[in-house]
Every structure is written in structure tokens, then in C-alpha cells.
């Protein structure tokens, strides 16, 4: 055979095998690297797991890099694996040329001479484990190859090599094992991950500590021999037990980790911002809260950084293990009744528009705002208020009096500027006492605006991700200054002293029909936002947001760090003297027209008129005409108005149980009936264990053991707990 005959058979065949391979190559595509989609894992902002996710198939596999590794694991995976990894293209021939000659010789398979990128390759794509299939394996290999860079191909086997059960990769193996990021992992633990993928379910330390001893020590012989250890270190890590760390991962955040999986369903990763330390005391703080719940009730808590517009802690249900309390259900996303907390921001607009300063006369009288008659929660009404007053005490027909001059229209469409959307057919004026629906995250965004000069920001919560939305300015920095103001200058409700004082501006509310209690405090730096019901919607009678969602609200105060944001009085805010009942700076009133005085906060000065119940300014230094009439018929004096320190004008709704205290015991054997008084004599609720009584009385033949006494008068509240003995 000439040389000219040899060479075109040669290059025939080369021509043949290029032919066949383009023809493979074009019939036979990669498969994905993950077929059964990601396995998502969901992080706090320090890389803390809050919840994972298992891909289509139950595999949890949390994605690294090879940078996210410990360097000796890869140097003991390359060694002992595949050592000529970034030398070769897919397959070393040696390897399978000892490996057929291990096979000749013995009559099995000793070594599968299998590199790292075959390994990928039977990973994503398995095949039989005969000649053809070895074939198979070798071209997908060199495929891999073609498409990838060694580093991708690494990256492949440390997050699909299996681990044993339904644990894939490195990271998912370390935390599974070890409890620790794969980067934290000993030489020891690296070892035994090294040889672990060979054979997971024959290897496993936590079912066979022994065999899996053996083949880590196998590990350690081979990288003493090739000098990734000395003699010392060899002889030292050969002695120590298989130590495992096997322990339940913590759920923090189930719901959030949830929403962002329905979210970003093609994720491996996704690091929130979620504070891990706040989140788990809040979750602990929560699961407490069940305890003193009725059937059913369960709570909801957001937490946001003000000056980052971070959420740093979110609790969506109060135990995520309970299902009698409808833990799967979000509160935090759940559309409800806002009851009484959109009123500041009815105040703040109406200060903005120049209608009322802090102690604007408004009337709380019965009113008929065409068709539309509010009412008070305890059913009485004050008469002469200041605005700061009737947004502390949350009294409804003053509200309504500012919406009504605002509009309902106007009133939203400045909140669905930023982005703040209420649920509702029609806006109406109900829409300012919880005729509507909203969100505790979207309260929670809304109320930050107080502490952001009257901004609405969209919230953060992956830390890779920056909302390109802008902030919308909703109300002016005067307005959201004087309104943190009036809200912040009311007492808390009684409870232990606060390890961190902080200055807090805070409304509740209370659903129609008691099917949601809210409460939402903004200090300088954070804003906590809690709601507390059922998610049913079904009533709990006796219960008030002021009750319920207040204390909750302060205790998650109590978790965080002291702020460290000023926030600065605008420079057009001012103290005025103003007079009642034309709500005019003294200055401008004669003397004889000044039956009361008032310091107020100004914007510009501005000392805007007396309104009438509908809206209208008073056009002389008398009082409004309805309020008049009203004062009338209570047979009122002005005199007893006018007075600077009169109950009327400063009602007085503290309350506090004087006929029993908490920790008191109590025998039937020696009291049938026990009196019920208070410090304030008339218009008071009586609770007993939270469910309303008619007369102020127990009978304790009804009750037994702890017993908890509430008496409220307009959402304030005291609250005692006694014990009963038969």
C-alpha cells in the first residue's frame, strides 16, 4: 500500500469520525445542568440559611463557586479525583487505559478512570455502565469541554455531586453534615466530602461512621503520599472520629423565604436583608405571643431600616408549625381592614393643604356627612378637640370632618402617587376608618415616610438587588415632622422600662366587626409594623389594637439597637400661640376674643381658621355653629371650655384598675362576687380573660386560676391579672 493510499485512509477516517461526531454533537444537545430546575436557598444578609428548597425532584443543593470553598477541599478533590484536571480535555487516556487494564486483569471494575468533567457528564445525562455507555460518557465529556471553562465545570460537580438522600453538592453536603459553610470545613471534614460522592448511600457517616472513616483515612493517605500533608498532620487527622453536627435547621422567615421562591423561581441564591439575629429573637418573641392567644388568632410583624428602606425582619404568620392557626397564610401580604391607621395621614395632608396646625379646633359632635354618621368606639363624643388630641385618642368624626374637606379622591390619588393602593370599589369617606384594604407591609412603607421627610421608597429585600423605582414625596418635611410629633407625644401603654429609649410616634387600630388589631411605631431609624387576628376574619370580641397590637408593637421595639438617625425640625415649623375658638395666632385676635390659648406647630406661621363640622372656615371669632349647638344642648358653657386645663378640652382618658392588682389570689371558699372600679368613673369597657362583661363585677364561680381584668375607655387601656382557687 502506497503512503499516498495510507494517508487518504487516514484522513478518510479522521473525515468519518469528524462526520459522526458533528452528527452526535447535533442530535444529542447538552441536557440542562439542573433538569429538575434550582434547588433555591434563601439567606439572612450574613449568608445565614433562613429556609432552602429542594429543586422539582426534592434536591436540596445550596449553589457555590469554587471561591465559596474551603482551597484545601479542592486541592484534596483534584488529587484524589482527577489531577491532571486542567490539563486534559475531558477525558486522560492513561487513566482509562489503567482503568481497562485493572478491569482485563481482575474481572471488575477497580477504578472507573472517570475524570471530573465525566463525572458532570454522567451526572446530567446517566448512561449504562457498559462500553457503549462509557462512550456516551466520554462524548458528553468532551462536549462539556467545548461549551465550558474548566472553572464552569468544576463549578457543575461541586454543586451535582451527590452526597447521600437528597443532598446534592458541596454546600448542601457541609451544612447537611457539619452545620457550616463549605468554606469552614477542616481537612478532615474535606476528606471524608472528597470520597463521599463515590458511593453516598454506602458511605454515609451519619448511617456507617466506621466505613466512612475508613475511606476518609483512604483520602488522607493519598494526599500524604502526594504531600498535601506532612507526616505530623497525617498521623494527627487519622485518629480522629468521624464528628458530625447533624441538628434542625431553624425556619426563620418561612413566608418571606416562600414569596421570594414564587418570585424568583429560577434562582439557586437569594440573600435578603434580613437581620438573622432580630429575625430569630422575633420569631421567638411571636412564638410566645401564641401562647396567650385565643383559638385560631394568629400575628404578623414587619420591621424596616428607615434610612436604607430595608426590611430587616419579617414574620408572615406567629408559628409557622401551627396549622390551627392558618400558619401558611402571610398576614404581613394579606389584604385587610386598616381600621383606624390611615388617619395620620388625613392630618398630615390636611396640614400641608393649610387647613388645620397641630391645635386646630375640630368637632367631635354627631355628625351627617350625607348619609355617612360616624361614630366613636365607646360611643360618646367630646365636643371641642384639637387635632393633635383627636388623632392621639383616634376620635372618628374629626377625621372624617378633614376627609370630608380633603376628599376621599384626593386623599388617594396622593397615596397611590408612591405607590400606596387601597382596595376598595370607591373611594368614600369610610375609607379613613378601615372602609378599605391594605397590606401590614404597605402600612409599614407608609408610615416610614414619617421619618423620611415624607417619602414613600420602595422597600428593599434581596441585598443584590437596587429598586430602580425613585422615592415619592407624599407629604412635605413639615408635615411628616408635626405629625411624628403629635403621634410620639402620647404614653405608651403601661409595660416593663424599655432597655433602649426612643422616641416613637404610634397609632393603632381596630377593624370593623374586631377581626384585626394593628399597631405601627416609627422612631428615627426603624418602623415596626404588627397586626394580630385571625386570618379566617372570623371576630375575637373583647379585643382592641390598642390591647393586642400595641404591646406586641414595643416589645419588638425592645429587640432593636438603639437609633442613631436625628431627625431635624424643618426651619418653617414653628410654636405659635393661637387662640380658641377662631384657632387664630394671639396675635391677630383682639383680647376680649380669646377664650382659650394653645401652643401649636406652624408651618410658614400659617394659623388657618376654625372649620365647621363640614369643612367650611369660620368667618368670625365665634364657635362653630353645629359645635355650638351641641355645647347647648349638653348644656355646656363656653366658660368650662375656655379654661386652659378643662376635662372638655383635654379629655382625660387614663384609666387604671383600683379595686384589684395583678398577682392578687382570690378563694371562692371565701368571696362569691368581686366589685370592679377604676379611676374613671363613667364610660368604661370591662373585659374579663379579653371577652366583654355588662356589670363591673366577676363572679368567680366562673373562672379558675389566671384570670386576666382589662378596663378601657376609647382604646386606652389597664390590664390586671389575678389568680382564682376553688
Not at 397590606?439 to 429598586?467: C, M
Request: net charge positive.
Amino acid at each position: 500500500m502506497t503512503l499516498k493510499k495510507t494517508l487518504l485512509i487516514a484522513l478518510s477516517a479522521l473525515l468519518f469520525m469528524v462526520m459522526t461526531a458533528i452528527v452526535w454533537h447535533t442530535s444529542n444537545p447538552l441536557p440542562p445542568m439542573y433538569p429538575g430546575g434550582p434547588a433555591t436557598l434563601i439567606t439572612a444578609s450574613n449568608n445565614k440559611t433562613l429556609r432552602s428548597f429542594g429543586d422539582k425532584q426534592g434536591v436540596h443543593r445550596y449553589h457555590v463557586t469554587p471561591k465559596e470553598v474551603n482551597p484545601f477541599y479542592l486541592q484534596a478533590l483534584l488529587h484524589y479525583e482527577d489531577r491532571w484536571f486542567y490539563q486534559h480535555y475531558g477525558v486522560n487516556p492513561f487513566s482509562l487505559l489503567r482503568a481497562a487494564g485493572q478491569w482485563i486483569k481482575h474481572g471488575r471494575v477497580i477504578s472507573g478512570g472517570s475524570t471530573i468533567t465525566m463525572q458532570v457528564a454522567r451526572l446530567i445525562d446517566p448512561h449504562s455502565r457498559t462500553i457503549g455507555g462509557k462512550l456516551h460518557q466520554i462524548a458528553r465529556a468532551i462536549q462539556l469541554e467545548w461549551y465550558f471553562s474548566k472553572e464552569e465545570i468544576l463549578t457543575f460537580y461541586l454543586n451535582l455531586a451527590p452526597f447521600g438522600g437528597n443532598v446534592e453538592g458541596i454546600a448542601a453536603a457541609s451544612h447537611r453534615y457539619f452545620a457550616k459553610a463549605p468554606h469552614q470545613l477542616t481537612k478532615n471534614e474535606a476528606a471524608l466530602l472528597v470520597v463521599l460522592p463515590q458511593k453516598p448511600s454506602r458511605y454515609r457517616p451519619d448511617r456507617y461512621p466506621t466505613r466512612a472513616k475508613a475511606m476518609r483515612n483512604k483520602v488522607l493517605s493519598r494526599l500524604y503520599q502526594g504531600a498535601l500533608l506532612n507526616s505530623a498532620q497525617y498521623h494527627l487527622l487519622i485518629k480522629e472520629r468521624v464528628n458530625l453536627h447533624i441538628g434542625k435547621q431553624p425556619l426563620l422567615a418561612p413566608l418571606l423565604a416562600r414569596y421570594l421562591k414564587q418570585r424568583y423561581p429560577h434562582r439557586h441564591k437569594l440573600q435578603t436583608t434580613i437581620d438573622y439575629s432580630l429575625q430569630k429573637r422575633l420569631s421567638t418573641l411571636l412564638h410566645r405571643t401564641s401562647q396567650r392567644l385565643p383559638h385560631k388568632a394568629s400575628a404578623a410583624l414587619v420591621i424596616l431600616h428607615n434610612p436604607s428602606a430595608q426590611i430587616r425582619a419579617y414574620q408572615g404568620s406567629v408559628n409557622f408549625r401551627d396549622a390551627s392557626r392558618f400558619a401558611h397564610v402571610d398576614m404581613v401580604r394579606a389584604t385587610r381592614s386598616p381600621g383606624s391607621t390611615l388617619k395620620p395621614f388625613i392630618y398630615a395632608q390636611a396640614l400641608d393643604l393649610g387647613l388645620i396646625h397641630s391645635k386646630s379646633l375640630l368637632s367631635d359632635i354627631p355628625a351627617d356627612f350625607d348619609g355617612y354618621k360616624p361614630q366613636n368606639l365607646n360611643g360618646t363624643f367630646s365636643g371641642p378637640v384639637s387635632a393633635q388630641h383627636a388623632l392621639q385618642k383616634s376620635l372618628n368624626v374629626p377625621a372624617i370632618q378633614l376627609l370630608n374637606r380633603i376628599t376621599p379622591m384626593r386623599f388617594e390619588h396622593n397615596l397611590a402617587q408612591a405607590g400606596i393602593h387601597l382596595t376598595h370599589k370607591q373611594a368614600n369617606l369610610s375609607v379613613g376608618l378601615g372602609g378599605t384594604g391594605t397590606q401590614l407591609l404597605t402600612l409599614a412603607k407608609l408610615y416610614r415616610s414619617l421619618a423620611s421627610n415624607g417619602h414613600v421608597a420602595p422597600l428593599n429585600v434581596l441585598k443584590d438587588t437596587v429598586n430602580s423605582s425613585a422615592s415619592v414625596r407624599i407629604l412635605s418635611p413639615q408635615s411628616s415632622w408635626i405629625t411624628f410629633k403629635m403621634l410620639s407625644a402620647q404614653s405608651a401603654p403601661d409595660r416593663v422600662v424599655p432597655s433602649v429609649r426612643r422616641q416613637i410616634a404610634w397609632k393603632t387600630g381596630t377593624s370593623y366587626g374586631y377581626r384585626d388589631f394593628w399597631a405601627v411605631g416609627v422612631s428615627r431609624d426603624y418602623t415596626v409594623a404588627a397586626w394580630v387576628g385571625r386570618p379566617d376574619a372570623s371576630p375575637m370580641l373583647g379585643y382592641l389594637g390598642a390591647t393586642q397590637a400595641a404591646p406586641l408593637m414595643f416589645d419588638a421595639f425592645d429587640l432593636l439597637p438603639p437609633d442613631q438617625q436625628l431627625l431635624k425640625k424643618p426651619a418653617s415649623v414653628t410654636n405659635t400661640l393661637i387662640c380658641w375658638p377662631s384657632g387664630l395666632a394671639l396675635e391677630h385676635i383682639p383680647n376680649n376674643q380669646c377664650e382659650s390659648q394653645h401652643h401649636a406647630l406652624t408651618i410658614n406661621h400659617m394659623t388657618p381658621p376654625s372649620m365647621d363640622i363640614h369643612g367650611d372656615f369660620t368667618t368670625n371669632m365665634s364657635w362653630p355653629e353645629k359645635l355650638a349647638h351641641w355645647l347647648n344642648r349638653k348644656q355646656i358653657s363656653y366658660g368650662s371650655i375656655t379654661s386652659h386645663n378643662t376635662a372638655l378640652s383635654v379629655p382625660d382618658y387614663s384609666i387604671a384598675i383600683t379595686s384589684l392588682r395583678s398577682g392578687q389570689h382570690y378563694y371562692r371558699s371565701q368571696l362569691s362576687t368581686l366589685a370592679l372600679t377604676s379611676s374613671h368613673p363613667t364610660q368604661v369597657s370591662w373585659f374579663i380573660n379579653h371577652e366583654p362583661i355588662t356589670k363591673p363585677q366577676i363572679e368567680l364561680s366562673q373562672y379558675l386560676g389566671e384570670t386576666t381584668i382589662s378596663a378601657c375607655i376609647n382604646a386606652h387601656c389597664d390590664q390586671q391579672t389575678i389568680y382564682i382557687h376553688p
